[in-house]
C-alpha cells in the first residue's frame, strides 16, 4: 500500500533547472532477471525527487548504478556535460542502515569529519578550519547538542541527521538517500524530510530519496521516480500517481483512491479485486 496521510501534493511546476543526474535507458539483469529495464529520467539542482517502489522494484539496484557501484547491462547514469566520474566525486550517499556498538568510541562529530577528507589522499584541512566545518554542518542538520555523543548511542533520528552531515559536508551537488524513513517513527521522519527540503532549497543540492510509501514526502517532491516491475515513470506527482500510468507500470489495472487527505494504490477489477498492492520485505532486491 501506497499510504500518505499528508493533504496536498506539490503542485506541477514549469520545467526544472539543469540536470545534475540524468538516468538513460538503465537496463539490469542479475542471475537472469531482469531488474530494471530501460529506466530514464532526470533531477535538476535543487530538486527534491521521490524514488517510490515497492520492496523488491528494484531501487537500491538503481542507486548503485548512479554511485557506480554496480554496472548496468545497458544504459548510463551521469552528469549532462562533465566527465563520466564527474558524477561519483559531486555525490553524497545516506545508506540504509547504520550498525554501531554503543561501545565504539566514535562521536557524531568523528563521523562528520570522516567525510571531509575520509577517502582522500594528500593534504589534509588545518584543524581550525576542519573543526569550523564540522560545526557547520553540525549546525545545518540541528546536531549541535549530540555532537560529541557516540553515534552507536544516538536515536535513529539522531543518526540519520548526522549521515546526513557526513554525506553533505563534502559539498555535494546529489544526495542519495536508502529508505532513510524506514525505521523511524513518524515524528522523526516529518522532521527529516523537511530538513532535507530545506538543504535543497538553500543548498542547491539535488536530493533523491528511495521509500516505498510517500508518507510524509508528498508536500516536498518537487519530482517522483515511480518504479514498477522493472519500469519507472518520471514527472510531478499529479502526472504520474494516476490509474493509466501506474496500470501501465504494474502490468495490470489498478486504482488511486484519495480519501481523506490519503493517497493509496489497490489493484483493481481482473486482478485481486480491491486488493492492496502487496510489498513484502522480504523481496528487497539489494
Request: aromatic share 4%; glycine share 10%; proline share 7%.
Amino acid at each position: 500500500m501506497i499510504d500518505s496521510t499528508a493533504p496536498t501534493a506539490r503542485p506541477a511546476s514549469s520545467p526544472g533547472p539543469e540536470p545534475v543526474l540524468r538516468v538513460e535507458h538503465v537496463r539490469v539483469a542479475l542471475g537472469g532477471r531482469t531488474i530494471l529495464d530501460d529506466v530514464s529520467f532526470d533531477i535538476g539542482a535543487g530538486e527534491f525527487t521521490g524514488l517510490i517502489g515497492s520492496n523488491g522494484a528494484g531501487k537500491t539496484t538503481l542507486l548503485r548504478v548512479i554511485l557506480g557501484l554496480l554496472r548496468p547491462s545497458t544504459g548510463r547514469a551521469f552528469m549532462p556535460g562533465a566527465p563520466g566520474s564527474r558524477l561519483r566525486r559531486v555525490t553524497g550517499y545516506v545508506p540504509q542502515k547504520l550498525l554501531l556498538d554503543p561501545d565504539v568510541p566514535i562521536r557524531a562529530r568523528d563521523l562528520v569529519a570522516l567525510g571531509i577528507d575520509g577517502n582522500r589522499f594528500g593534504i589534509r584541512l588545518p584543524s581550525r578550519e576542519r573543526r569550523a566545518r564540522v560545526d557547520e554542518m553540525l549546525g545545518a542538520v540541528g546536531a549541535e547538542s549530540f555532537a560529541d555523543a557516540r553515534v552507536g548511542t544516538l536515536s535513529g533520528g539522531e543518526q540519520q541527521r548526522v549521515l546526513i552531515a557526513h554525506a553533505l559536508i563534502s559539498r555535494p551537488r546529489l544526495l542519495l538517500l536508502d529508505e532513510p524513513l524506514a525505521n523511524l517513527d513518524p515524528a522523526s521522519a516529518h522532521e527529516i524530510v523537511l530538513l532535507l527540503d530545506q538543504l535543497a532549497t538553500e543548498q542547491g543540492v539535488a536530493v533523491l530519496l528511495s521509500a516505498h510509501e510517500m508518507n510524509v514526502l508528498l508536500p516536498v517532491m518537487d519530482r517522483i521516480v515511480y518504479v514498477a516491475g522493472g519500469k519507472a515513470a518520471s514527472g510531478t506527482t499529479d502526472e504520474v500517481v494516476k490509474p493509466d500510468v501506474l496500470s501501465a507500470l504494474y502490468g495490470y489495472h489498478v486504482d488511486v483512491l484519495n480519501v481523506h487527505g490519503r493517497v493509496i494504490v489497490v489493484a483493481g477489477p481482473g486482478h485481486d479485486a480491491g486488493a492492496v498492492i502487496p510489498m513484502d520485505p522480504s523481496q528487497e532486491v539489494r
